[in-house]
Nanobody, 126 residues
Framework: QLQLVESGGDLVQPGGSLRLSCAAS????????IGWFRQAPGKKRQGVSY?????????YYSDSVKGRFTISRDNAKNTVYLQMSSVKPEDTGVYYC??????????????????WGQGTQVTVSS
């Protein structure tokens, strides 16, 4: 069974750091581009970051997290990470990872992805 499982969400103070993990089972994560999305209460789900396959690895970030978040993959562990630093209250939300097979997908569009995890809650508050 193909599955993505996010973990690492927590309550963190503004300015703090957190690392989210997206682990795959039933398929090889490196065969897919991986996106991280977040959904704040009452708002639409938005793309946060993306990493392509390691064939020609490249990354994208939304303007709101650029310079603060880093996406990476560990193929040996079949896992993609999102390192969050200098977090702000507006980073609060449920974070989802998603896998997309197309090399030309529009990374910030959730309909472009084939598989989704169940989400992990991140709350930034003092």
């Amino acid at each position: 069974q193909l599955q993505l499982v996010e973990s690492g969400g927590d309550l963190v103070q503004p300015g703090g750091s957190l690392r989210l993990s997206c682990a795959a089972s039933g398929f090889t994560l490196d065969s897919y581009g991986i996106g991280w999305f977040r959904q704040a209460p009452g708002k639409k789900r938005q793309g946060v970051s993306y990493i392509s396959t390691s064939v020609d690895e490249y990354t994208y970030y939304s303007d709101s997290v650029k310079g603060r978040f880093t996406i990476s993959r560990d193929n040996a562990k079949n896992t993609v990470y999102l390192q969050m630093s200098s977090v702000k209250p507006e980073d609060t939300g449920v974070y989802y990872c998603a896998a997309g097979a197309s090399p030309s997908l529009d990374w910030g569009v959730d309909a472009e992805y084939d598989y989704w995890g169940q989400g992990t809650q991140v709350t930034v508050s003092s």
